[in-house]
């Protein structure tokens, strides 16, 4: 995979989710045009470490 630099569009995914009681999918795509997002990856949430 190419490595993504600033300003530069964030290529598509989709990962499960989880909202309250509520589990289904999150599309990337299903903001584009609409809202800006931000992405955080941080390890270990929800874990007793």
Request: charged share 20%; net charge negative.
């Amino acid at each position: 995979m190419e490595e993504i630099q600033v300003g530069q569009s964030a290529p598509d995914f989709e990962l499960a989710s989880v909202t309250g009681e509520e589990k289904g999918t999150f599309k990337l795509s299903s903001l584009r045009g609409q809202k800006n997002a931000v992405l955080v990856f941080y390890p270990l949430d929800f874990t007793p470490v």
